[in-house]
């Protein structure tokens, strides 16, 4: 079954306001990937989290990934209208040798103006 | 000179044919990947070939059989096309080289496949 649970399906956001998406594993990850899919595009990569604990920004998205390695997220400050699309996240599962990646069912974002 | 394309960008198609999905790459990646996008957006892997050697081949319908002539092109033949089959295919590949960079996935537009 799917591995890697992420929360919110969808997110309805007030443009201006803050908003979070998690992804949980039920395994420990060696990775975890962000990407953005835009309405009618493709997943673009984001970023990559490796370490524990690690936190890294991009202008106004944080991204942080769990202690133990099993959980990350996504924190969006002062929503834009850019920013609607679908965010997944994508675990690398560590006993996977060929780095198959494990993805998030995805959480739809859409910002009213 | 787009970065990894995927001809057509839409098929329709009737019940019972057999259609084909090619998918090219210019980036020098090794590793190139099919994945099937539903409509909930639930984005799930199909195949994936690491220099012309099928490596990931997840629990699919064997109607659907992936080719890769060589490291740069991957292609989808799908025999006796089912209403199921309608989604969206995204053609993916990744880098060589340390494990981290080596797991990113750079997607093609993708090929909007409807079944009627």
């Known amino acids: 079954g799917q591995q890697v649970m992420q929360i919110p399906q969808y997110q309805h956001v007030q443009e201006g306001e803050d908003f979070t998406t998690y992804c949980n594993s039920s395994?420990?990850?060696?990775?975890i990937q962000w990407y953005k899919q835009r309405p009618g595009g493709h997943p673009v990569f984001l970023i990559q989290?490796?370490?524990?604990?690690e936190v890294k920004k991009q202008k106004r998205l944080t991204f942080q990934f769990g202690e133990a390695k099993k959980n990350s997220s996504l924190h969006i400050t002062a929503t834009q209208t850019t920013d609607v699309g679908t965010y997944f996240c994508?675990?690398?599962?560590?006993?996977?040798?060929?780095?198959?990646?494990?993805f998030g069912a995805g959480t739809q974002v859409v910002v009213t103006p | 000179d787009t970065a990894v394309s995927q001809t057509p960008k839409y098929l329709v198609t009737q019940m019972g044919n057999d259609k084909s999905i090619k998918c090219e790459q210019n980036l020098g990646h090794d590793t190139m990947y099919w994945y099937k996008q539903d409509s909930k957006k639930f984005l799930k892997i199909m195949f994936s070939?690491?220099?012309?050697?099928?490596?990931i081949n997840e629990t699919v319908p064997n109607r659907f059989s992936p080719k890769s002539p060589d490291k740069a092109h991957l292609n989808l033949h799908i025999n006796s096309l089912e209403l199921g089959d309608s989604a969206v295919y995204f053609c993916?590949?990744?880098?060589?080289?340390?494990?981290?960079?080596?797991?990113?996935?750079?997607f093609g537009a993708g090929t909007r496949l409807s079944v009627l």
């Open positions: 395994t420990t990850l060696s990775n």
């Open positions: 994508a675990g690398r599962i560590t006993t996977d040798s060929w780095g198959k990646l494990q």
């Open positions: 070939y690491n220099n012309k050697e099928l490596i």
């Open positions: 989290l490796v370490k524990s604990g």
């Open positions: 993916a590949s990744s880098p060589p080289g340390v494990l981290g960079a080596k797991n990113i996935q750079y």
